[in-house]
């Protein structure tokens, strides 16, 4: 027997312990302890007896299962459930289109055509690139560089961080926790602990970039701004958040000698690896304005086709049609009258996203965000903490969780308890970074007071006088 993505490999008396990260679009990791007995057949006829009662039970099981499998419409309500926001986003444009609120023209104003193609790339970029085998290699490396539990939840927690600042917090959730899981197979590893902490750092070290998550992605795009600035307005909000991570993990439990993990990572593919890099460094390039989205789409079409083939068609895709409705909706919002909801944006993107994700909250408030971009930015990423629907990286590091490692429903509601923990510190967060962007720039623009030099100032002469229009000019015009 062999397991989907993880077993034990006896060879030579050795047990080794496989751990291949699944990619996005399949199913969450299994782990399993499995033990693989081979067994020499034998030439007689009770040997052959038994291995035809084998292959005819298992046959029998197989039409059974066919007979009772579930039908073309449970298919369809399962497919709806699994994208009910993409669903609800369709029905709520189609709404807007057909009352008139939004006419075939505003729509073709509306829709941003380079978001969409470069959220295609991106995906598939990501998926070229776990399946090169050199993702799941580093990950690999940096773990066995530890030996106390501590030094591995802290690297693994910031690593979740740094991945999901590159390549979106869901895709750094299906490298880490497998990892972590396998790290606490082997040690005695608070494994609860650091996968919960893993899903906080998606979450609030992911934000960094653009790339790091969907509602990133769109603001970056609403906002007009550069890749740099989108950056340094992130860094002061994301500094904040590892320090709370760096006390949570010194708090939540004590260190341990951590035992040898030995990994075997999948195979590497060098042109596959070269293929997903091409795709990926389009995708930024995109980012930083140098290029517009065709390349890189193409690029993403291209290469999925070559290393990707049938596999293409299983990459969720789901929030590309999810930001087309989005769109239509939020031109649809620009004709109600929605000022009032925006009057606390920071606070109103927060309350929202509990309750609706923090990427639909991003969306639906972004009519009010014009020249509040920073509220947004900081309410829809500190949203993503606290429920578990507040963010789809907290769905996700959930289920990858319980499928691979542990089903106690104790854990739902500890992943709650400090996700609303670190609902709070980052709330907190967002309001000393935002008062402290508010002075600065005060500061920056505070006029010059005249009335001390007015007050000493001698009695003017016909020269001074004179002499005035030309003291008026600016000496340093370059200073504003």
């Not at 070290?205 to 007009?224: D, E, K, M, Y």
């Not at 994301?238 to 030995?262: D, H, K, N, Y």
């Not at 930001?323 to 927060?350: C, D, H, K, P």
């Amino acid at each position: 027997m062999q397991a989907d993505s993880e077993g034990l490999i006896r060879r030579s008396g050795v047990e080794r312990r496989t751990a291949v990260g699944v990619h996005p679009a399949g199913p969450p990791l299994q782990l399993e302890r499995t033990c693989c007995e081979r067994r020499s057949c034998d030439d007689n006829e009770d040997g052959k007896k038994k291995s035809d009662t084998f292959h005819e039970k298992t046959s029998d099981e197989i039409c059974s299962n066919s007979k009772t499998s579930p039908s073309y419409t449970a298919d369809v309500l399962a497919f709806a459930k699994r994208h009910w926001l993409t669903f609800a986003a369709g029905v709520l444009a189609a709404a807007f289109v057909a009352s008139g609120r939004v006419s075939p023209g505003a729509i073709a104003r509306a829709i941003d055509v380079d978001l969409l193609l470069v959220l295609f790339a991106l995906l598939t970029a990501i998926e070229i690139l776990r399946g090169s085998g050199y993702v799941d290699l580093a990950v690999a490396k940096t773990l066995a560089q530890f030996h106390s539990t501590r030094g591995l939840a802290l690297v693994l927690v910031l690593l979740s961080g740094v991945l999901a600042s590159l390549i979106t917090n869901d895709v750094a959730l299906f490298i880490v926790i497998p990892f972590t899981i396998v790290a606490g197979t082997f040690a005695d590893f608070d494994v609860e602990h650091a996968a919960i902490l893993e899903i906080v750092a998606c979450n609030l070290i992911g934000c960094l970039t653009p790339l790091g998550n969907p509602q990133n992605l769109f603001i970056f795009h609403r906002s007009g701004w550069r890749a740099e600035h989108f950056i340094a307005v992130m860094t002061p909000f994301v500094i904040w958040s590892i320090a709370g991570l760096l006390a949570a993990l010194f708090l939540l439990g004590r260190s341990r000698p951590l035992r040898t993990i030995e990994v075997d990572p999948p195979p590497r593919k060098i042109a596959t690896a070269a293929g997903g890099a091409i795709c990926f460094v389009l995708v930024l390039l995109e980012i930083a304005r140098v290029v517009n989205a065709w390349p890189a789409a193409i690029a993403a079409l291209i290469a999925g086709a070559i290393f990707l083939r049938t596999r293409l068609f299983a990459i969720d895709y789901s929030i590309v049609p999810l930001f087309f409705f989005a769109f239509i909706v939020v031109e649809g919002m620009r004709t109600m009258n929605i000022q009032r909801v925006g009057s606390n944006l920071y606070v109103t993107s927060i309350a929202l996203s509990q309750v609706i994700s923090n990427v639909p909250a991003a969306i639906l408030l972004s009519p009010v965000a014009s020249g509040r971009w920073r509220e947004l930015l900081y309410g829809v990423n500190t949203g993503g903490c606290g429920t578990i629907i507040a963010s789809l990286a907290n769905l996700l590091g959930w289920r990858i969780y319980v499928r691979g490692w542990n089903r106690d429903p104790r854990f739902f509601w500890r992943l709650t308890l400090l996700n609303f923990a670190f609902l709070a510190w980052a709330g907190i967060g967002g309001v000393v970074v935002s008062a402290n962007f508010d002075r600065e720039r005060r500061e920056i623009h505070r006029p010059v007071s005249n009335s001390a030099t007015l007050q000493r100032s001698p009695r003017p002469t016909r020269a001074s006088i004179q002499a005035a229009p030309s003291a008026l000019l600016p000496t340093n015009p370059s200073s504003d």
